[in-house]
């Protein structure tokens, strides 16, 4: 653990920051398969209620080779070029 | 340490906690493991314990980690070792050296205390509790045993121990907010995730590292030395400090970087503005007197950049407290249309050596001894002004007059615009062949060299900035034939000497709005108390 004091004027909470959000329903939804027992499973069923509720959402399945591991670098990076939002099943 | 209560809360090697007062007299030694002297005295204290321990606590307070238990074994100690790797009971004893024994009543107050193995001292310390406790003297062969040995220091005094125990210690003077970064965090990216770097690495501002940082000034480190634009943000020295230390100041530099914070933060320079521009302006700042060499700045050899750190890191400290404390974050407030690599860090220090003139702060009213920075705001530069055949005073200087054409644009003149004219030394010589040339004189040249009629200003095919024609037709012939330097006044023309003695290569930085309605170049004496 590495203590670092904060060079700013301490307006804002030190976190990370969650990505703006939109509001919207759109473009590229990517779903990310963990590699864990019925993660599959559950993102069928996503993949059918999107694909239902918002025809004009593009979904993209992806899966990591394993779940005890980080994401590959060239996995995030595809996922980050290709979506504009992912969805990932922790399963369990 | 004075005469308050002595207090300890440590736990021994065996994981049992021991705090200090007991309801009796302790005796507490601190060791290291690698200390001589510690070692000599170690059977001394297993004896102490022997002979005393049923009337009183005798302890070891051990610096040396793993090694605590290497040292029990080694002696075959019995009294409890406490672990003391922490140093948190040798900072709040404020002991120097160890062996440093401390007798202490029931009540936590000194009874004896000293440091390192003087045999006469430790003799006296074992018939003196011989008869406190009422119990037969300890048995020492004290003829084995040398007559005196220095002690060792003791492990807190190490710089980054002490620095970090100060850091932490109740009454510290970090006020800031302290960011846990988590081990699986990468520090350096974590900081960057933060928006507090300028694009370039930070060294993290680690509590010890800002505590090394402040020694670099005797103010108070909540002292609030400007408010800085666009939030406001209220600049303490520690604040400062923080950024300082994450730009790679040495605690040296730190008075400059306070004095360069002040002068930004004034109405005059106008940071704000400076800032937000869509021109893209950034602060130049220059560096006079004593403390230039003191702290090792560049004035010679490329002193506009790159390779020296006080001058690389102070411009940056600036840039980065105007961030993160101001919040004035690139693509928010900061809206340069294209930026500006002097956005970074742009620093130097006069050539004052080399000047036949009065030095830049001198100039701007300051003593000779002061030690200044001042802050211009530029928006180009330095661009450089080649001449390597002018042999005669009155060429070179007509040479650096246009070498300051392209402020703006070339064709736009009586601009009430600063230039910052940054003269080699090699044109410096040149100037001075035929005798004294003073500023003013060069000032002047530089606004006759750059004389055209404002006919030359008047908008056309190749170039549609200037005088609209429908303005030109009403002035007449006879005021366009009039001729207008490139600067509405020579105090627009900043002059300094920089660089080093090969090469005619002098330099210019080109301004931005000068005045009220943009920024006027301001001084600050550096207070080094």
């Known amino acids: ?92 | 340490m004075g005469s308050a209560e002595l207090k300890l809360s440590l736990d021994d090697l065996t994981g049992k906690a021991h705090r200090l007062p007991q309801e009796r007299p302790s005796l507490i030694c601190f060791v290291k493991e690698d200390c001589e002297t510690c070692n000599t005295a170690a059977p001394v204290l297993e004896a102490l314990h022997g002979a005393y321990g049923s009337e009183m606590a005798v302890l070891l307070v051990a610096q040396s980690g793993e090694a605590n238990a290497v040292f029990a074994d080694r002696h075959g100690l019995t009294m409890p070792v406490l672990d003391d790797t922490a140093c948190t009971a040798a900072f709040e004893w404020d002991i120097e050296s160890v062996p440093s024994v401390f007798w202490l009543d029931a009540e936590g107050k000194i009874e004896r205390q000293f440091e390192g193995f003087v045999r006469t001292d430790w003799e006296t310390l074992t018939a003196d509790l011989a008869t406190a406790s009422a119990l037969p003297a300890a048995q020492i062969d004290w003829s084995s045993l040398p007559a005196w040995r220095p002690g060792c220091g003791s492990k807190h005094l190490d710089p980054s121990v002490f620095d970090k125990l100060q850091a932490e210690a109740e009454g510290s003077p970090i006020r800031a907010r302290r960011i846990e970064v988590a081990p699986s965090d990468d520090v350096a990216e974590f900081m960057f995730d933060q928006g507090f770097s300028d694009g370039l690495p930070l060294v993290p501002p680690t509590p010890e590292r800002v505590m090394r940082m402040l020694g670099g000034t005797h103010r108070d480190p909540q002292e609030v030395v400007a408010t800085v634009p666009p939030n406001m943000g209220e600049a303490t020295i520690e604040k400062i400090a923080i950024n300082a230390v994450m730009a790679g100041c040495k605690p040296e530099y730190l008075p400059v970087v306070i004095a360069a914070v002040e002068a930004a933060c004034t109405d005059e320079f106008n940071i704000h503005g400076v800032t937000a521009t869509t021109m893209g302006a950034a602060p130049v700042m220059i560096v006079n007197g004593p403390i230039r060499e003191r702290i090792g700045m560049n004035k010679g050899l490329a002193a506009l950049g790159s390779g020296n750190r006080a001058n690389a890191t102070i411009g940056r400290a600036l840039r980065l407290v105007v961030r993160n404390v101001g919040g004035a974050t690139t693509g928010g407030v900061e809206r340069s249309v294209l930026g500006n690599p002097m956005k970074y860090t742009m620093c130097f220090a006069e050539n004052e050596e080399r000047s036949p003139w009065p030095a830049l702060h001198v100039e701007r009213g300051f003593a000779a001894e002061d030690s200044v920075v001042t802050l211009f705001a530029m928006t180009g530069g330095p661009v450089h002004i080649v001449d390597q055949t002018s042999r005669a005073p009155e060429q070179i200087a007509g040479s650096l007059g246009l070498g300051l054409e392209g402020v703006f644009l070339p064709k736009l003149r009586n601009l009430p615009v600063d230039a910052l004219l940054v003269v080699c030394p090699e044109h410096i010589d040149t100037l001075m062949r035929e005798g004294p040339y003073s500023k003013e004189r060069l000032r002047d040249r530089i606004q006759e060299v750059t004389m055209r009629p404002l006919s030359d200003m008047v908008q056309n095919e190749d170039c549609g900035a200037g005088i609209p024609p429908e303005k030109a037709a009403e002035m007449g012939p006879e005021a366009l034939a009039q001729r207008v330097p490139k600067f509405a006044g020579t105090e627009y023309i900043h002059i300094v000497v920089a660089g080093s003695d090969a090469g005619k290569f002098s330099s210019a930085f080109h301004g931005w709005a000068t005045g009220s309605v943009g920024s006027i170049a301001v001084s600050k004496k550096i207070d080094l108390g």
């Open chain 1, 1 to 92: 653990m590495t203590t670092i004091l904060d060079p700013t004027d301490e307006r804002k909470p030190v976190e990370r920051q969650i990505t703006p959000r939109s509001g919207k329903l759109d473009g590229v939804i990517g779903l990310l398969d963990i590699s864990k027992p019925r993660g599959n499973v559950f993102l069928d069923e996503l993949e059918s209620l999107l694909t239902q509720k918002a025809p004009d959402v593009i979904v993209k399945r992806y899966m990591k080779p394993t779940f005890a591991k980080p994401c590959p670098d060239a996995l995030r990076q595809q996922m980050r070029d290709e979506c504009s939002f992912v969805i990932e099943a922790l399963a369990d």
